[in-house]
């Protein structure tokens, strides 16, 4: 039987939280209350107490911390930079979106480091990240990828291999070679989450859970609890930004979807290979993500219903039959040999998408910041944005927030059912594209549509 939903397989794995922290006791004052309790807000914690201990944080969190995104991901921590480098250059210089690279490939360090040193075990796995090609379309595409990363300052990080080399690392059936990008590594997300909301609280700020903000304003928050007052207030709500008040086009929900196999037989092991456990993912234009698990068990993710009009949220996680029927046929034509095995549990959440696909990270005069639209890498970006955040609120003028993603202010996402048109779309165009390269076809144009449609690309 395949567990559906219930947030994550990562929390059938450490168990869901048996009881709640005490939400908010009534109205409140606060130096700076952080909205949202997942990797955004407990980094921002985590740095404004490094930064000032007796700062006093507080953080609200509707559900639980680890709730959101950062409890249900694929533990990717990549220090990966997926997201525009030249929009970010058209506001600043190519040495700016330079330094934006290298500070974010910092952040594996730095999660790894703060783990360590807190005692945080959440799985982590030091290892390169994989991106393998499976037709003549997707090598081209590999090779550009690898080209624009080493043009844009990842040289020495990021390299492709041959089909030859791809075959030693892991065994994925008409693997024409491979991207490769050194120092990432794996994760358990819920396991760093819950890890992260101790340490924070260790530290000294205050996680008030089952406490909803429904309304922000400069100085304050409303929530079902009472009022928060605090002169700094950060928004860290990601993929669940829509549902706040006069937000609702700020940023996309876009779904992902996972699933996960049983434990597999060291035989099965010996025939797909992947001893380096790299994090893994194709160059489909509706690209898939991997992880060999702490037990030996493959995670996919993908897509699958990409987003629901009115920016409609899941229900705990909960997917639909056809996005786990998708991510099925995918483990099966990059693993055939666990074709056999038991899917244990399948789910899925939702990420934020800014208009220009351009993450942000800022503080308005008004004292109200925000960070997020981090496009589906961030597990490492969440943290270069808490110590950009914690930076801001203390309002030191730091290399970070001279980064060029610091306050920049996308327009908002058309009114539906534009919104539902266009990312149907595009991804309807992406599935198309790769469709017609599986095929045997040259690099596809459907798929620039698809990314104009949306100003993706
Ligand atoms: C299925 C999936 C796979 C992914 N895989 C990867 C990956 O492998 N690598 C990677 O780098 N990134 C990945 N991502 C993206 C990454 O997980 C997120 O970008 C990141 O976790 C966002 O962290 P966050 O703290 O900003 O948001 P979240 O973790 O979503 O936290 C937001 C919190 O705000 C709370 N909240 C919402 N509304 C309110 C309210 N009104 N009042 C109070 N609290 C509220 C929510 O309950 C939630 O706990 C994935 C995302 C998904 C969904």
């Avoid at 995670?299 to 996005?323: C, I, M, N, Q, W």
Wanted: with cysteine; charged share 25%; aromatic share 8%.
């Amino acid at each position: 039987m395949t567990t559906l939903g219930q947030l994550s397989f990562w929390y059938a794995d450490i168990g869901l939280p048996q009881s709640r922290r005490a939400p908010l006791p009534g109205d409140s004052e606060a130096d700076v209350a952080i909205i949202g309790a997942g990797y955004t807000g407990l980094w921002a914690a985590w740095y404004l107490k490094q930064l000032d201990p007796g700062l006093r944080v507080t953080l609200v969190e509707k559900h639980f911390a680890g709730y959101g995104a950062s409890g249900r991901n694929g533990g990717w921590l990549s220090g990966g930079f997926s997201w525009n480098h030249q929009r970010y250059a058209e506001t600043s210089s190519p040495e700016a979106v330079r330094a934006l690279v290298r500070a974010m490939s910092g952040t594996v360090d730095e999660v790894i480091a703060v783990a360590e040193e807190q005692g945080i075990d959440a799985d982590i796995r030091r290892g390169d990240e994989l991106m393998v090609a499976t037709n003549d379309a997707q090598h081209e595409r590999l090779k550009t990828e690898t080209e624009h990363r080493v043009h844009w300052g990842e040289e020495g990080r990021v390299f492709a291999i041959g089909a030859d080399e791809t075959r030693a690392r892991i065994r994925i059936p008409g693997a024409r070679g491979a991207m490769v990008v050194t120092g990432t590594a794996r994760i358990q997300p819920a396991k760093l989450v819950r890890g992260l909301a101790e340490a924070v609280e260790r530290a000294g700020a205050v996680i008030h859970e089952e406490t909803e903000v429904n309304g922000i304003a400069p100085g304050m928050l409303t929530t079902n609890r009472g009022c928060l007052r605090a002169p700094v207030i950060l928004r860290c709500t990601e993929g669940f930004t829509a549902t706040l008040p006069g937000l609702r086009r700020e940023w996309l929900p876009m779904n992902s979807a996972q699933i996960v196999t049983e434990p597999l037989s060291p035989e099965i092991w010996a025939q797909i290979g992947w001893d380096g456990h790299e994090i893994l993912g194709d160059f489909d234009h509706t690209y898939c993500y991997c992880q060999r698990t702490r037990e030996g068990r493959i995670t996919v993710g993908a897509r699958g219903v990409p987003y629901k009009f009115g920016s409609r949220l899941d229900r705990d996680g909960t997917p639909d039959a056809e996005t786990v029927r998708r991510l099925i046929a995918i483990l099966h034509r990059h693993f055939p040999a666990a074709r056999g095995a038991r899917i244990d549990h399948a789910w899925c959440g939702v990420l934020g998408v800014p208009r220009d696909w351009c993450a942000t990270v800022g503080l308005g005069a008004d004292g109200i910041g925000w960070a997020g639209g981090y496009v589906g890498t961030g597990v490492s970006t969440a943290n270069l944005a808490g110590r950009t955040l914690a930076d801001l609120a203390l309002g030191r003028q730091t290399d970070l927030t001279a980064l060029p993603w610091v306050n920049r202010r996308p327009r908002a996402w058309e009114p539906e059912p534009l919104r539902w048109l266009g990312v149907r779309a595009m991804y309807r165009l992406y599935g198309l594209a790769d469709r017609a390269e599986a095929a045997g076809g040259p690099p596809s144009r459907l798929a620039a549509w698809g990314n104009r449609l949306t100003g993706r690309g």
